[in-house]
Each structure stands twice: as structure tokens, then as C-alpha cells.
């Protein structure tokens, strides 16, 4: 196994992304580049990921009635649907006014706000802070990021620190729309302030990241998927954004993408992009169906590459018959129509070389499962290279094409025991009576293995030795191995 | 999508203990008076929805406990409000006494950005019952001396004047928002690319 260690497929010299551990500090923000680089070296606090249960004084009594003009059937306290919703979400200002949640009308349960803003301050009024409560199977966890509270209340599987990861893209989201520093400023100039006003539009991104959080994988390894083709494919690709771009100045990142995985990353010399940044470009492509027929500008702040200011993105699909979407990120506002005939000249440079057909076929290729590539006992992996913050899974086969759910909720467990701040794992094999997993985390990459119930050990070690080595052979094809520049 | 223009205001209530603070809420929110004087603690939180000037407005209402074992809440509860609401006992002189300090307590902990305009509503209740000891003249003078405080005389138990009053704090308390200044037109701080890359340049150790 020793010997496997050392394949590491995937890994590069040099990468478009930051580099993450997976259970970093999801708070850090960059306010600059300087801080981008070192944050890939200093090593976070982990202990907000404990599974503290905060114990409230008992001094501290709310009492909540909520009546309304309207009628009883929105009356929430009563509402069966509502209360049955397995994870709820709940953003709100400092002064306790609601801002998003996830299900229903906030203005309808106001004072569950005020409720949760008292819960908050009340442990804050001690220099404390409240990061979860539990009763029963519910979870209650807080989240403070000046100047909102986010409150996840959760009758899922996941853990605390699972649940402050998705408060905390929820917060980045906002975020995003805004830059921090307003979000900050406006608070600063009114405490009162109803953002909602702001938010018009971006309840629907938000919605749509909780549900997106939950469905990929991507978000709980933090890394991304890249569409397979070969590399000389990626690199005429690369070269053709580079060379269409090569007169424009001050343009930082250019991304393609198509189907939720990354086509290529090209970037500015020196700067790279975080996964969770590119998980909010992802998340914003695929919300807004509108981008298809419309090439839109738009200010786009990256939380984590500077949460100060804002780049501003054109948008746009390649063609009709190539549905790949082109973000070009700059930091000048004013560069629409420069970036407008750049994203042409790049359309003419990838058709005359053939490429819209290969992301095409690539697109139209069903991926393969684990059986149709010769692993019968191996039922789905995800295998993550650390030095590019890429992943590959294979296509879901039996039997998690009717259950995805439970393999999610399988490789969330296992990424919890392998990054759990208390004791974490360096190799995890479990078996149940549906399913094996194997987890293991080395230097280089992560590895997730799901096998038949069966598997036995050295089976099953023998197993993921060959699948590394396979996934060696084809690295080229399925990761971006070069980080290009402008 | 700006078909939203939902309103939502934060009021907080304040006066000593049995003044009539909860009673008045539960006349205006839920149309029921009890004269058995239950003590709130901590705090208790309403929705109402009102139309003002064809505007719906949510009413979040942050009724308070009196008690001053109470008054460590008080920080994080004044926070963020639109309109604070001073209630006395027309009955009882001490009761008139403290809104000064209510007052004065308020606009410290909330540190409203103009504390001269911050939008207050004074109710003298219990205005059915004898006898009385704080004329409808001298808080009016009260008010007077404050920046022009709207006043009403209340009576909880018979609903006199509370729904008149509360469309005047919703009303109030909207100012407060309208004034709001236009936050997001202004230029956004765009990010500068030179300045930190100058910055950098003597350390290329982003690990990419």
C-alpha cells in the first residue's frame, strides 16, 4: 500500500486553485493577495469544529407568540410541513430582522428572529459565543459573522462542523453580491437596516447553493471536478482564451466551464482562486438560467480572494451547439465590450480548432461506473488530489442510482472521521450490511471507496491499489495538470 | 424583481414593571385583556402586520420585562430598532418618573446615529382607572421638552386608543427607515491589482 502512496495521480507542480484542507478555517476571508498566500500556511483553529453543546444559562427566558392579520394557514408554529422540513436555514442582522430563510415567509415568524438575535447576544453578553444546541435529534447551530447570524436547524445526519460549512457558504453567497466591507459599512450606518431590500434575487442563488451543497461532493471534499479530455484538447483550449485575451489588461481569471465541472482555468500570474470562490461561480452559473440566451456583466465579488471589492464577470455560453459557460473576470468596470469581442475571437480559435466538438462529446459521453472500467466489487469512489484541489467520481451505479442520498451522507461520515479535529483517521475501512467503505487520507490525495458488503480487507486494499493506478494512467484526462497564465 | 417591498420594523417597548406594556400588545396583536398581571420575563416577541399609507408593515415587537433583574438584556435587545415605545402608569407618579432613564438608557445602549430624531411614541396608560396623577398636560409638556414626542392615553383593558397608537409608532418608525440613504449607489471600492501585486512582488510564495 506503501508503494501506491506514492502514485498520487493528479498531482502537478503548480495549480489554479488554492490548495485547501478540507477542514480549514472556513471563516478567512482575504482582504489581499498576502493574505491568500499565507493562508495556505498557517494552520486554522479547529476547534469551532468541535461538537460543543453550549449549555444556555438559565437566566435566559423568550417567550414567542406569533399572530398575524393574515389567515391560520400561515400560521408556521402550527404548520406540520413546515415544522417537518429536515434542515431548516435562517440568515438574520445583528438586531435580530429576518433576512432569508430557507422555507415559508420570514415576515410570518418575525419573532422567531428576535428569538434567535436574543440567543446570540445573550451568550456574546459574556464574551462567549453559542455555536450549537442540541435537542433530541435536532441540531441547532449558530453561526456569527459580523453583521448577520446564520442559524441552521437540522435534523440530518451531518455533524456541527458540516452544518457551519454550509452557514458559511450561505454567508459567502451574500457576501458575494455585496463585497463584505458594504455588508459591513451598511450595518455601520444603520443597525436597523432591512437587507432584504438588497437581496432581492438572491434568496434564489442561496436556495439554490443549500440544495447544490447537498447534492455534490465537491463542496465536502472542497475541491472540483474537471470534465475529462485529453490534455492536448485542455491545453489548445487554454491557449485560445490566453491568446484572444493576450491585449487586455488588468483581467484576472478566465474559467470554462460546463455541467458543474471545470473545463480549464486560466488566471493572472500569481493569483489563484479558491475552490469554495469557484463553487459560488458554479452555483451562480447554474442557478441562472438566463445566462443561456444572454451574455451578461456583472460585479461579482470572490469572498476569498478579496471579500473588499468587487471583479466584474462577463458571462456567456460558447455557442448554441456548445452549451460551455465563459466567465472572464476583471477588475475593471468598464470592460464589457473589450471582453465582449475577446469571448468571440475565442469561440472563432476553439471552433477552427475543433474544440467545441471534443467539450461536446466529452458532455455527450456517459461517464463510466465502476463496473464498465473492470472493478466489480467497487461500487463508487472520490478520489481527491490535494496539490490541485481537483476530484474525480465515476458515474453512479447500482444500487446509489435510486439511494444517492445514502452514498452522500456514507462519504460525509467518513470525510468527518478523517479530518474530525479530536482524533482524526488516516485510513477507515467499515463494513456494514449494505455496504464497505474505505477512506484514507495521505499526503497527497483522499480516497473514498465504497465496495460490496462482502469485501474483505486485503481485498479491498488490493482493490484501491489497482484503482490508483488506474486513475494514474488516465490523470492527464481528468485533471487540469497545468495552471496557465494570461 | 423589485416586486418586494416588504417593510419590516423592529419596536421595542419599554416602561417600569406593570405599567401595562404586555397588555397593551395583547390588545393590539390579539384583541384579549386580562387584569391578572402576569410578569414577562426576559422578553416576548409579536408579529403584526399593518398597512400603512398602502404599505404592508410587519411589526416585530419586542415587548420587555420592566424588571430591573432584567436589564442586562437590555444591549443586545435596543439594537437595530426603528422605534422605541415609553409606557407609564397615568395612575402611578414613579412610573412617570423613570422615563427619563428609560429614555436616556435606551439612546445609550441602541446608540442610535441621530439620537436628537430617533423615533419615540409615549403611551400614559390605564387611563380608565382613578385616580389619576399624571395630567394629560404634563406629558404633553414632557414630550414638548423631548423633540415633539407623539403621546397617547391608553387603556388596554378597553381598547382605547391602541390601535391609533400603534399605527402612529408603525408610522414613526418607517421614517426611520425612508431615510435611509442610498447605500449601494455608491461607488464600490474596486479592487487594485497593482498596489498588491507591488506588495507581493518580493515573495512569489502563493502556493499554486
Not at chain 1, 69 to 83: A, C, G, K, P
Not at chain 2, 7 to 13: D, E, G, N, P
Not at chain 2, 27 to 39: D, L, M, T
Not at chain 2, 127 to 137: C, F, G, Q, T, Y
Amino acid at each position: 500500500m506503501a508503494s501506491n502512496c506514492e502514485v498520487e495521480p493528479g498531482a502537478a507542480p503548480e495549480s489554479a486553485l488554492v490548495t485547501t484542507d478540507s477542514y480549514e478555517n472556513f471563516q478567512q476571508m482575504s482582504s489581499s493577495l498576502e493574505e491568500i498566500k499565507n493562508s495556505n500556511f498557517t494552520s486554522s483553529t479547529q476547534d469551532e469544529f468541535l461538537d460543543n453543546c453550549n449549555n444556555i444559562d438559565s437566566d435566559l427566558h423568550v417567550n414567542c407568540s406569533t399572530v398575524s392579520v393574515s389567515s391560520q394557514d400561515e400560521d408556521y408554529i402550527r404548520d406540520e410541513e413546515w415544522l417537518g422540513k429536515s434542515k431548516h436555514i435562517f440568515v438574520l442582522s445583528s438586531a435580530g430582522k429576518p433576512i432569508y430563510s430557507r422555507y415559508g415567509n420570514e415576515d410570518r415568524f418575525a419573532s422567531y428572529f428576535g428569538i434567535m438575535q436574543a440567543l446570540v447576544s445573550f451568550v456574546q453578553a459574556d464574551d462567549d459565543s453559542i455555536r450549537s444546541m442540541h435537542a433530541g435529534d435536532t441540531k441547532f447551530v449558530f453561526l456569527f459573522r459580523e453583521p448577520l447570524i446564520l442559524v441552521a436547524v437540522s435534523k440530518t445526519e451531518e455533524c456541527t462542523s458540516q452544518l457551519t460549512a454550509q452557514l458559511n457558504y450561505v454567508f459567502n453567497q451574500i457576501a458575494s453580491m455585496l463585497t463584505l466591507s458594504r455588508l459591513v459599512k451598511i450595518y455601520e450606518q444603520r443597525r436597523n437596516y432591512d437587507l432584504r431590500r438588497l437581496l432581492t434575487g438572491v434568496e434564489r442563488l442561496i436556495d439554490h447553493l443549500l440544495d447544490f451543497s447537498e447534492q455534490e461532493p465537491a463542496f465536502t471534499l472542497g475541491a472540483v471536478q474537471c470534465l475529462p479530455l485529453t490534455s492536448s484538447v485542455r491545453d489548445a483550449i487554454s491557449s485560445a482564451i490566453v491568446q484572444s485575451c493576450s491585449k487586455i489588461k488588468n483581467l484576472v481569471f478566465g474559467i470554462l466551464l460546463a455541467n458543474n465541472q471545470l473545463i480549464t482555468l486560466v488566471r493572472m500570474k500569481k493569483y489563484c482562486i479558491h475552490p469554495h470562490d469557484l463553487h459560488l461561480i458554479f452555483n451562480l452559473v447554474q442557478a441562472s438560467e438566463s445566462l443561456k440566451t444572454a451574455e451578461i456583466w456583472t460585479p461579482l465579488c470572490l469572498p476569498r480572494f478579496d471579500a473588499s471589492g468587487f471583479l466584474y464577470g462577463h458571462v456567456s455560453y460558447l455557442a448554441e451547439d456548445c452549451q460551455a459557460c465563459l466567465l472572464l473576470l476583471t477588475v475593471e468596470r468598464d470592460a464589457f465590450f473589450s471582453l465582449s469581442e475577446a469571448k468571440q475571437r475565442i469561440v472563432e480559435r476553439l471552433r477552427r480548432g475543433n474544440c467545441l466538438e471534443a467539450i461536446n462529446e466529452s458532455l455527450n459521453t456517459k461517464e463510466e461506473t465502476c463496473v464498465d472500467i473492470g472493478f466489480p466489487e467497487l461500487r463508487h469512489y472520490l478520489y481527491k488530489c490535494k496539490s490541485t484541489a481537483q476530484f474525480h467520481q465515476p458515474s453512479m451505479g447500482a444500487p446509489y442510482t435510486i439511494n444517492c442520498k445514502r452514498l452522500l451522507d456514507l462519504y460525509r461520515r467518513a470525510h468527518y472521521r478523517l479530518h474530525c479535529p479530536t482524533r482524526p483517521l488516516k485510513l477507515l475501512f467499515e463494513r456494514t450490511s449494505e455496504d464497505a467503505l474505505l477512506a484514507w487520507d495521505t499526503r497527497g490525495f483522499e480516497l473514498y471507496a465504497i465496495l460490496e458488503p462482502l469485501t474483505d480487507t486485503g481485498n479491498a486494499i488490493a482493490t484501491v491499489g489497482r484503482l490508483l493506478n488506474w486513475i494514474k494512467k488516465r490523470e492527464d484526462k481528468l485533471f487540469q495538470l497545468n495552471a496557465p497564465t494570461f | 424583481m423589485a416586486t418586494r417591498k416588504k417593510v419590516l420594523l423592529k419596536v421595542i417597548i419599554l416602561g417600569d414593571s406593570g405599567v401595562g406594556k404586555t397588555s397593551l400588545m395583547n390588545q393590539y396583536v390579539n384583541k384579549k385583556f386580562s387584569n391578572q398581571y402576569k410578569a414577562t420575563i426576559g422578553a416576548d416577541f409579536l408579529t403584526k402586520e399593518v398597512i400603512v399609507d398602502d404599505r404592508i408593515v410587519t411589526m416585530q415587537i419586542w415587548d420587555t420585562a420592566g424588571q430591573e433583574r432584567f436589564q442586562s438584556l437590555g444591549v443586545a435587545f435596543y439594537r437595530g430598532a426603528d422605534c422605541c415605545v415609553l409606557v407609564f402608569d397615568v395612575t402611578a407618579p414613579n412610573t412617570f418618573k423613570s422615563l427619563d432613564s428609560w429614555r436616556d438608557e435606551f439612546l445609550i445602549q441602541a446608540s442610535p446615529r441621530e439620537p436628537e430624531n430617533f423615533p419615540f411614541v409615549l403611551l400614559g396608560n390605564k387611563v380608565d382607572l382613578e385616580p389619576r396623577a399624571i395630567s394629560s398636560k404634563r406629558a404633553q409638556q414632557w414630550c414638548q421638552s423631548k423633540n415633539g414626542i407623539p403621546y397617547f392615553e391608553t387603556s388596554a383593558k378597553e381598547a382605547l386608543n391602541v390601535e391609533q397608537a400603534f399605527q402612529s409608532i408603525a408610522r414613526n418608525a418607517l421614517t426611520q427607515q425612508n431615510q435611509t440613504v442610498d447605500l449601494y449607489n455608491e461607488f464600490p471600492d474596486q479592487i487594485k491589482l497593482t498596489n498588491t501585486t507591488n506588495r507581493n512582488s518580493n515573495g512569489d510564495s502563493c502556493a499554486c
